[in-house]
Structure formats: structure tokens, C-alpha cells
């Protein structure tokens, strides 16, 4: 049994992906730490351009919508994504059609779980994202998503908020994306960010603590709702949540 | 700017109002502009009464010169009172826009002098929200009844969502708890607005549609009269018929104010849950309201509509999943709108069995007695049996031994209106 290690990247998966086709029970993965079974060999991957280009060939030539679930897949934050899209891929590959809409297959069921995660969480950042207004007038938004969904998000906000310069950092994985107002480019960054912030800014934040409570009907308690809606696992980013 | 102290007061005026949804529109930016409206709608934060919040709610004023009955903010109560002027609405709501807490306005007032005059003041607020401040996001504007229709029809140029609350369900009601509004001063903008939107849509020479792009919603307070839900969701039928409505919303009564007309206790949520099921099934599964209740009739607390409906209706079941047309499998309760569209999709591809309908993440629990999979049927076919079953599996914990000197306390159930 082989162990195909790639470094994560979408390149590197179908560079895998070449190989693993065909190698019937064989592993992908790009976790930094896991279990090897016995008599498994490890692969390491590099990406070859060339395979690359053959496999996404034959994907797209399959279903040209397929390169966009395999790349959703592949944001997810647990270990086991590439053996997801790995699946997708050999049963796309072996129809030779689009296989999205056959919905009671295995394969094409568990594919759609792991992209729903990625979408939906994507569509709750879009509304749990908090921005702080900086010094220099920059505002920074930290966010630590369980997914790989800076890329995502970022159209959303660029739309929205075209006339205001922006950093939306994803503390989980060290990626920045920034805005000047102009273009926007995705950065590495170091483990700690230190923003000073606008004097502004505690004066708007205790403003809308205020509203939250306000708004609130104390008659209605409804907290397993509210917290089936809004994981606690985010609340850490939310001012009108923090120290709650 | 506005202070913590005049927010506070003008949101908890405000937040009554159910709707706060901030769908429906695909307003795009303007260039030097900021915010957009997202078709879809987002959610921005959740209260710990499960509520969202997308939009700041706020009153303009909380003076009244009303004196409805059910209403914290009617003229003889003695409650702090305030009011926002247009600017410091805008100013806090671009501030609160920029740093992604909400996703637009959703302003409302009291009747601070006359009905005119008080729409004249949220005009202009929205007009400088969108002229002045280069505000592109969603506003949903509350309409104030008897205002000017001129008012009216300029104000839905502007916004995105316009509601006028109906708050009673019928005319008597209306009468006895809020003797300044009538039916005709709710209904007849509502018309005239529909009227005009539809008349929009006809203008073939527009390229963008700019007149209320969300459409109307209102909203009804359950349990405070005597009226019946079967009465209520014809109501709502033919509102929704009539004026195109995107919502109904339903709200169980709260009691903010004692009077001797008023009940004095809350109306459970299970009602409230109750009848927004079955507002779905009128705007979703294709039923009409006689379908679901009777004119006289309330609807049932220990199954959901459709549930009772399939009951009443078991010559028409089981239905085979691998046949049956969509406006079938859309009635067999447990079954969503969802839970339809992906029968349909993979069906085409290859026959169904009830193991596949568990891996797919259909709903089984009532299901599996309405239907059958490649023949078989899993459920039982007695419909006593099934409506036992349904009761047992709901709410087996629901009963509790009761003591002489224990408050009668209201189950998790009717507080929630989860089964």
C-alpha cells in the first residue's frame, strides 16, 4: 500500500492524483502527522506540471464544474479531504459525465457533505466577520475559520466594501488577505499580529454591546438556538460575545 | 452621534418586530459607494432568544400619538421616551455597516405628531442614507398607516423592503385594541404598493427594477384575540394572493402591558411554530388553506400540519418514492422541499431503497409510514397505530406528575415551539 504525501496545494493533489488513479487501495494525504499502517510505503509528491495538467484535462472534459468541487473539497480543514476528492475524482473519471446530481452514491454523497461544510461556513463568515477600524484608517478583521475560506470570502467583501481599506486575517493558518482600496493581495503572517486601533472604535463597539442587549426578548429564551446558529467555537472574534 | 442610552431605548421599542430578514435584493455598489444587498440575506449575529440580527432596528421616535392596546410604546404608557435625528441614524448605521455587524436598516417610528409628518422624517432619512452617505446596502422601511401615498410610493424608490404590520387578524379586533388604525389604513397602501411594483415589473423599457426589489412583508400578534388559526391563515392566503407578500410573519403574544382586554399570560410558541409550518406548506408544498385548517378550527399541537393532513388523507398514501410526481412526495410529512429535490435528482439514476433515502439525509422518522421504497413499506398501516407512534416518538417526556402547590410551568416545548 502506498502513502502519496503532497504539500497541500490543489497542483500537488492532481499531481497525486496521477498515480493514485489506478493504485487501488492507496492513501493521499497532506497531514503534517499521521498513522502508517503496516507494509505502507510513503510516496512523497512534487508537483509535475505536466500530470497536473493531464488529470485536471481529463476532469474537465468529464464535467467542466467538477474543478470547482475538487478545489471546495480540498478547503476542508480535516485530514481525510484528498481521500474524499480522490473518491469524486475516480468516480467522475469512470463515468465519464457529470456525476453531481447522483445523490444516493456514496462517493458523490460524502463529496457533497464535505463542499456543503466549506460553503456554508464560507456564507457565515460573510456575517460573522468583525472589522476594527485602525489607526491608519485600515481596518483588520481577524477571523480563525475551521475551513480554508479567505479566498472565498474575499470577493464578497471586496464588492461590499470597495471604498475601504482592509486586512482580513486568518489567525488558524497565518494568511492575510489586504486591500488598499485599489487591489488585493493574500500574504503570509507572523503568529502574532499587533493592530493599534482607532480611538473610535471601543466607543462603536460598546455601542453595539448595547444594541445586542437591547434587542434582545428576555421573555423568549432560546439559547440552544442561538448557539445551533452561532457555534461558540466563533464566538471568540464577536465583541457582542466575548467574555459571555 | 447617538448615545448608549437613546439606542437602548429606541431598539427595545423596536424590537417587536419579528422580520429582520434582508433577502430578497441584489442591489449592487455604486463606484465611491459603500455596501451592497446580498440576494440570499446574511445573518450577522444571533440573540440568545435564537433570533438573528441582520439589519439595525431602531425607531426614529417612540412618541405616540397612538394608543393601541398591545403596544409598550402607546401614548398613555409611561415608558422612557426618545428620538434619533436622520443623521445620527445614518452616521450609526454606516459605522456599524463598516465594521460588518449588520447588514443594513430596517427603520421604524412611532407616530410622533402626524402620520404624515412622521413618514416625512423617515423619507428623508432614507433618502440621506442613500444620497448623502452613498449607502448601496438593504433598508427595510416600516410604513406608518394614513400616511400621504406620495410619501409612500417615493419611500419604495428608495428602499428595499417596505412592511405594514396588520397586527390583528380581523377588523373587530382591530376596533377594540387599536381604535386609531383600521383595516383600510393597513390594507389600501399595501395594495396601492403592489399595485405599483407590478406595474414596475410591466415597464419593459427599465432595465433595472429599483421599485421595492424585496417586495412587502407584514406581520400578525397571535393569541392577543380570539381569532382561530383557521381564520389567520386565510388572512394570510389572501394577502399573499392579493398583494404579492414575500412573508407573513406570526408573533405570540408577549404581555408588555396589563389591561383588562388583554390575556394575561403568554401564548405558548408552539402556536407561533404551528402556524409559520403551515405558512410554509401554503407557500412552498402547494396547499391551500382549507386544506390545512378549517375556518373555525385551530390547528393541531401534537403533530405538524402536514402531518395532520396525511392523517385525515390516508387513502392517498403510501406513495412509491420512485414514482410518485413532486407535488406528492412534497406532501408526505417528514419529507421537506430539500429532502423532494433530492429524491427527484438521484432517482434518475438509480432506484431508491430506504437504506439510500437514510445515506441521503431524508427525514425518515414519519416518512417511512406515508411511503414506500422500491415496493416495500417500512412503516405501519394503521393510521390509529401511526398517529399513536408520531405522538409517543414527538413527546414521550412531556407529561410530569404535578403538585398541589407547583406553578403550572410551561413545558421546554411551548417555550420554543421545537418538538
Not at chain 1, 59 to 69: E, I, Q, T
Not at chain 2, 60 to 76: G, I, V
Not at chain 2, 191 to 217: H, I, N, V, Y
Not at chain 2, 239 to 259: C, D, G, I, T, W
Request: charge should be positive; hydrophobic fraction near 40%.
Amino acid at each position: 500500500m502506498n502513502v502519496y504525501v503532497t504539500d497541500g496545494t490543489e497542483a500537488c493533489f492532481y499531481t497525486a492524483a496521477f498515480a493514485a488513479y489506478a493504485d487501488k487501495d492507496c492513501v493521499i494525504t497532506s497531514a503534517k502527522r499521521f498513522q502508517l499502517s503496516v507494509g505502507a510505503k510513503v510516496v512523497r509528491v512534487e508537483t509535475d506540471a505536466e500530470k497536473q495538467e493531464r488529470v485536471l484535462r481529463k476532469v474537465r472534459a468529464c464535467d467542466p464544474r467538477a474543478p470547482r468541487d475538487i478545489s471546495l473539497i480540498l478547503r476542508r480543514g480535516c485530514d481525510t479531504r484528498e481521500m474524499t476528492a480522490l473518491g469524486y475524482l475516480r468516480l467522475l473519471v469512470r463515468t465519464g459525465a457529470p456525476v453531481r446530481a447522483r445523490l444516493s452514491h456514496p462517493a458523490v454523497i460524502e463529496a457533497e457533505q464535505e463542499k456543503r461544510k466549506v460553503t456554508l461556513e464560507a456564507h457565515r463568515f460573510t456575517g460573522f466577520l468583525r472589522f476594527m477600524e485602525g489607526q491608519n484608517g485600515v481596518y483588520y478583521a481577524p477571523f480563525a475559520p475551521d475551513n480554508d475560506i479567505l479566498e472565498l470570502i474575499l470577493p464578497h467583501f471586496l464588492r461590499r466594501l470597495a471604498d475601504q481599506p482592509f486586512v482580513i486575517h486568518d489567525t488558524a493558518r497565518g494568511l492575510a488577505g489586504m486591500y488598499n482600496g485599489k487591489e488585493c493581495v493574500i500574504v503570509q503572517t507572523a503568529e502574532k499580529v499587533d493592530v493599534p486601533l482607532a480611538e473610535s472604535e471601543a466607543y462603536f463597539c460598546g455601542l453595539w454591546k448595547e444594541y445586542y442587549r437591547a434587542v434582545n426578548i428576555a421573555q423568549r429564551p432560546h439559547e440552544k438556538q442561538m448557539k445551533g446558529y452561532m457555534p461558540v467555537r466563533y464566538w471568540k472574534f464577536l465583541p457582542e460575545k466575548r467574555g459571555t | 452621534m447617538i448615545d448608549a442610552e437613546r439606542l437602548k431605548i429606541l431598539t427595545e421599542s423596536a424590537k417587536y418586530d419579528v422580520s429582520c430578514s434582508s433577502s430578497g435584493s441584489a442591489r449592487a455598489n455604486k463606484k465611491g459607494g459603500v455596501g451592497n444587498a446580498s440576494p440570499a440575506g446574511i445573518c450577522h449575529s444571533f440573540t440568545p432568544d435564537g433570533r438573528c440580527i441582520s439589519l439595525l432596528k431602531i425607531l426614529l421616535s417612540n412618541r405616540c400619538a397612538y394608543n393601541c392596546l398591545y403596544c409598550p410604546n402607546r401614548a398613555d404608557a409611561d415608558v422612557p421616551r426618545a428620538c434619533a435625528t436622520p443623521d445620527e441614524i445614518c452616521q450609526l448605521t454606516i459605522a456599524f455597516y463598516r465594521r460588518n455587524y449588520i447588514e443594513g436598516l430596517f427603520l421604524s417610528s412611532a407616530v410622533d405628531g402626524s402620520p404624515d409628518a412622521t413618514m416625512e422624517r423617515m423619507l428623508e432619512t432614507v433618502i440621506r442614507l442613500r444620497k448623502v452617505y452613498n449607502f448601496n446596502g438593504y433598508i427595510h422601511l416600516k410604513g406608518i398607516p394614513r400616511a400621504d401615498r406620495l410619501l409612500t410610493s417615493r419611500a419604495a424608490r428608495y428602499v428595499d423592503r417596505m412592511s405594514y404590520n396588520v397586527e390583528l387578524p380581523s377588523e373587530a379586533s382591530l376596533r377594540l385594541l387599536a381604535p386609531q388604525k383600521s383595516k383600510e389604513s393597513v390594507l389600501l397602501p399595501m395594495k396601492q404598493l403592489a399595485l405599483e411594483k407590478r406595474a414596475d415589473a410591466e415597464d419593459k423599457g427599465k432595465r433595472r427594477r429599483t421599485f421595492l426589489p424585496a417586495g412587502q412583508t407584514t406581520q400578525m400578534i397571535v393569541g392577543a384575540s380570539p381569532e382561530t388559526d383557521g381564520r389567520i391563515l386565510r388572512l394570510s392566503e389572501a394577502m399573499y394572493r392579493k398583494f404579492s407578500l414575500k412573508r407573513v410573519y406570526y408573533s405570540s403574544y408577549v404581555p408588555v402591558v396589563r389591561h383588562a382586554l388583554l390575556p394575561e399570560k403568554c401564548t405558548g410558541l408552539l402556536r407561533e411554530h404551528r402556524l409559520y409550518q403551515a405558512d410554509w406548506l401554503l407557500r412552498f408544498y402547494g396547499f391551500t388553506a382549507e386544506e390545512i385548517a378549517g375556518e373555525g378550527e385551530n390547528l393541531p399541537e401534537d403533530c405538524d400540519p402536514k402531518c395532520a393532513w396525511a392523517l385525515k388523507n390516508m387513502h392517498l398514501f403510501p406513495v412509491e418514492i420512485n414514482r410518485a410526481p413532486l407535488e406528492m412526495l412534497l406532501r408526505v410529512p417528514g419529507i421537506g422541499s430539500l429532502g423532494a429535490y433530492r429524491i427527484l435528482q438521484a432517482r434518475r439514476y438509480a432506484v431508491l431503497g430506504f437504506a439510500d433515502l437514510a445515506k441521503m439525509r431524508v427525514v425518515l422518522k414519519r416518512a417511512k409510514h406515508f411511503i414506500t421504497c422500491d415496493g416495500k413499506f417500512y412503516g405501519s398501516e394503521n393510521p390509529t397505530t401511526v398517529r399513536t407512534m408520531l405522538r409517543l416518538e414527538d413527546g414521550a417526556a412531556k407529561y410530569e406528575q404535578l403538585s398541589m402547590f407547583s406553578s403550572p410551568e410551561v413545558s421546554l416545548s411551548a417555550l420554543t415551539g421545537q418538538l
